[in-house]
């Protein structure tokens, strides 16, 4: 059997129909034919062996290998970018100092850890610190100067005259239902229809606040039974049919501790998505190290998107 070499440029249009979760969506991002997308798709699930996607008239879903190859495909990619940095940065001029980093519970698991090795392998002269906290305490600490950056929720800041914020994902909220509920047998469901279920609220990173604005201004009263900080209670509640939630995508993974399915579905009403970004102090004159803190994590958001 022969066999071909897999390409960054297969890595980079596999990601984009992954994350994108259809080929045409990918293709207007990365501005090339879906004919050819298609095809390379194809030809590296030939190469693996394996098929990536699940294929239907709703779209592409990642296969259980395809989650995995997910995780391969970035690293791959966050690797690239690490080596064309390090060929470009004159080996004796490398960065020292202390760098204090702040992070929410729920984002940390989604962001820190790729980055977090990204910067020390990068900046290995500097003693990065960490400090996960709530949004607020986090807030008061990048005012009093005690963190140099935070990565968290960026459109819910309870002072934003006195942060700057950039965006590194803007995360679409959705539906998440057990895979029996009688509303997945509908592409898109409205607000209203989820105001009729139960729900499981998320109490983290001011997500519940952003939906508790979302019901308001919809005049719609929905039934909480249940609320709770913790991300994977949400999950397999709503994958064992307590009630359902809805929750910015970045969040989102198909299967439970226990292996029962949550569906996802969008929403067809028009409501806020959550941003996760950067928030620094404003005005603070950031040290060297926070700068190149903040390029590697637009490097990593630019690489996820590619």
Not at 84 to 92: I, M, N, Q, T
Not at 187 to 202: K, S
Not at 234 to 262: K, Q
Request: proline residues 3%; glycine residues 6%; charged residues 25%.
């Amino acid at each position: 059997m022969s066999h071909r070499r897999v390409t960054l440029r297969q890595f980079r249009y596999f990601i984009a129909v992954a994350e994108s979760g259809s080929v045409a969506a990918a293709s207007r991002m990365l501005n090339i034919a879906q004919s050819a997308l298609t095809k390379s798709l194809l030809e590296l699930e030939a190469e693996l062996g394996s098929s990536l996607f699940e294929r239907s008239s709703k779209g592409m879903t990642l296969t259980p290998q395809g989650h995995r190859f997910l995780v391969s495909a970035r690293k791959v990619n966050g690797s690239v970018a690490d080596a064309l940095r390090l060929h470009a940065v004159d080996s004796g001029t490398g960065l020292a100092g202390v760098l204090s980093v702040g992070v929410t519970s729920l984002v940390a698991g989604y962001y820190l850890a790729e980055l977090f090795s990204r910067f020390r392998r990068s900046c290995p002269g500097v003693e990065v610190f960490v400090t996960e906290d709530s949004p607020r305490f986090l807030e008061h600490l990048l005012i009093n100067g005690e963190l140099d950056v935070a990565i968290m929720v960026s459109n819910a800041l309870t002072e934003p005259q006195a942060m700057l914020a950039e965006v590194l994902t803007r995360s679409p909220n959705r539906v998440w239902l057990p895979s029996n509920h009688a509303l997945t047998q509908a592409d898109e469901i409205t607000l209203a229809d989820c105001a009729a279920c139960d729900q499981i609220v998320l109490e983290a990173d001011r997500i519940d606040e952003l939906m508790a604005g979302v019901w308001a201004r919809h005049q719609l009263k929905p039934r909480t039974i249940l609320r709770t900080a913790s991300l994977e209670a949400v999950r397999s509640l709503v994958g064992a049919g307590a009630g359902i939630a809805v929750l910015p995508d970045f969040l989102y993974r198909p299967w439970t501790l226990d292996a029962e399915h949550v569906e996802v579905r969008r929403l067809r009403d028009e409501i806020p998505a959550v941003d996760v970004g950067l928030v620094w102090r404003r005005g603070s004159g950031l040290k060297a190290a926070a700068t190149e803190f903040i390029e590697l994590a637009r490097e990593q958001s630019r690489s996820r998107r590619a």
